[in-house]
Nanobody
Framework: VQLVESGGGLVQTGGSLKLSCAAS????????IGWFRQTPGKEREGVAC????????YYAESVKGRFAISRDNAKNTVYLEMGGLKSEDTAIYYC????????????????????WGQGTLVAVSS
């Protein structure tokens, strides 16, 4: 049972990237999937989340209008499309599995998340 992120890299300010989170060993459509990011010295923060049905999505204020989360249950994969990238988006991005999106935006709930990917680095150069 694991999550594997891919698609990170180096991009210039204003550029775009599409991250993928592929699941193995379980079916993604039974779970909410969130994207989180972390920089050195800072706590991991929720960036976006999509419910198991796909009917609910959450975005942090800092990425609203620039990022879009989606899921393809047939491919057992969740995506994060990032546009209008800024230097402050530079971080390691992780996907995570949970039963709801609460871990992405409710204070303290992130500690309940049990399954994380290994992370993929996104670096935005000015």
């Amino acid at each position: 049972v694991q999550l594997v992120e891919s698609g990170g890299g180096l991009v210039q300010t204003g550029g775009s990237l599409k991250l993928s989170c592929a699941a193995s060993g379980f079916y993604l459509d039974n779970y909410a999937i969130g994207w989180f990011r972390q920089t050195p010295g800072k706590e991991r923060e929720g960036v976006a989340c999509i419910s198991d049905s796909g009917d609910f999505t959450y975005y942090a204020e800092s990425v609203k209008g620039r990022f879009a989360i989606s899921r393809d249950n047939a491919k057992n994969t969740v995506y994060l499309e990032m546009g209008g990238l800024k230097s402050e988006d530079t971080a390691i991005y992780y996907c995570a599995r949970d039963f709801s999106c609460a871990g992405a935006y409710v204070a303290g709930m992130i500690k309940n998340i049990k399954l994380w990917g290994q992370g993929t680095l996104v670096a935005v150069s000015s």
